[in-house]
């Protein structure tokens, strides 16, 4: 029987108690080698294919597809169990081809899909906006001719002199306009309104562009690259939606006296502890946790008041309590400091990373491992946040 996989020894000579020959001992050798190199390919195929995939609607857990692809990596080299798909470990080699195929060929149609309806959403809105802005226009001029005209009736009752006639003009002049701006702000409000509804779902493709938000390999949190996306992004969406959002700095407190003390191993450890701990705190897939850099991170809660993220940060700041790291010769915990702010609409990304520096430094002066608010109030004093 012809082998698959492994080193083939045959030579060209005839092998002594077989009947194979030499030629057919290379077409072996040759068919041996297309296999393992198939095996190869496909495995660095799918193994992309995970790495470079992007969350669907229906990924209620958007790194599962990853591990999956993990998984069915190791079932194609080795005969691994799928535990994801049922699909127990191999005991002569075989493998379920026909789920890998089916597994990936149902995640591309889903992929297309969920691509050509994005395509459709955001051609939809692009649509709408330009239909809006022609609305506010054609709304403005209306209001321009009207109020022009009441000016103008104002402008003839003057000239007549007439008490009554100037008093009446004055009077239905202001009720004009008071209630013509009083229908303009409704309008305003109602149109934001229909905007927000038709951005509910595609404000998490915001958040996540996967194109350019690659993810921290020792923490699996996104980069300081995606962070810097994402955080202009969120400004933008609160300065026309006018919703709430909250930053969230967080530093591991005494993290050189872990590396100095306990080694870089250590180090690691508690970095990987503390990204956990925020993938179980920050949950929502419109929340987005990064690596800002060493042993600081960073969090976007789109949709979030101060007052909620408190809640959150709290429980966060309690888990990381819980931690405990082998270090050798014993455990040692883990605490955190956290600060944190509410965007305000005259915000830039530095203004607000500086203020929830600002808690965090704070909380770093009283001995760390508790959480501060800072104001936007505090940077405009004139109500202007």
């Not at 520096?357 to 946040?385: Q, W």
């Amino acid at each position: 029987m012809r082998r698959l996989f492994g080193s083939d020894n045959s030579r060209d000579e005839p092998v002594a108690g077989t009947d194979i020959e030499p030629q057919d001992a290379a077409n072996e050798s040759m068919e041996t080698n297309h296999l393992a190199g198939a095996v190869d390919t496909l495995s660095s195929v799918v193994r992309t294919f995970g790495d470079e995939s992007f969350p669907l609607d229906s990924d209620i857990d958007p790194n599962l597809f990853r591990r999956e692809c993990s998984e069915f990596v190791r079932h194609i080299e080795n005969g691994e169990a799928v535990s994801s798909r049922d699909i127990a470990r191999s005991q002569r080699g075989e493998r379920e081809w026909s789920q890998v195929r089916s597994f990936f060929g149902d995640r591309r149609r889903a992929e297309r899909k969920f691509v050509t309806e994005r395509i459709g959403d955001y051609r939809e809105l692009v649509e709408e906006l330009i239909s809006g802005l022609r609305r506010i226009g054609e709304r403005d001029q209306d209001t321009q001719d009207r109020v022009t005209l009441s000016l103008s009736a104002m402008e003839k009752a003057v000239e007549s002199g007439e008490l009554l006639r100037i008093e009446k003009a004055f009077k239905s002049t202001i009720e004009l306009v008071s209630d013509t701006f009083e229908e303009q702000r409704l309008a305003y409000e109602r149109q934001l309104g229909e905007l927000n509804d038709r951005m509910a779902v595609l404000r998490q493709d915001l958040v996540a562009a996967r194109e350019e938000m690659k993810r921290d390999s020792l923490t699996d949190a996104f980069n300081r690259g995606a962070f810097d996306i994402a955080i202009e992004q969120s400004l933008n969406m609160h300065f026309v939606l006018q919703q709430p959002v909250t930053l969230v700095m967080i530093d591991c407190d005494k993290f050189k006296v872990i590396n100095d003390e306990h080694g870089h191993a250590t180090g690691d450890q508690a970095l990987r502890a503390v990204g956990e701990c925020l993938a179980r705190a920050f949950i929502r897939k419109s929340d987005l946790v990064a690596r800002y850099g060493g042993d600081e991170f960073a969090v976007i809660l789109n949709e979030t008041s101060a007052d909620a993220a408190a809640r959150v940060i709290d429980r966060f700041v309690k888990s990381i309590e819980k931690i405990r790291l082998d270090a050798g010769d014993g455990q040692i915990g883990l605490t955190c400091s956290v600060g944190y702010t509410e965007l305000s609409n005259q915000d830039t990304a530095e203004s607000a990373i500086r203020r929830a520096d600002e808690g965090l430094y704070a909380v770093k002066s009283r001995g760390g491992n508790g959480a501060e608010f800072r104001s936007a109030d505090a940077d405009y004093p004139n109500g202007e946040a």
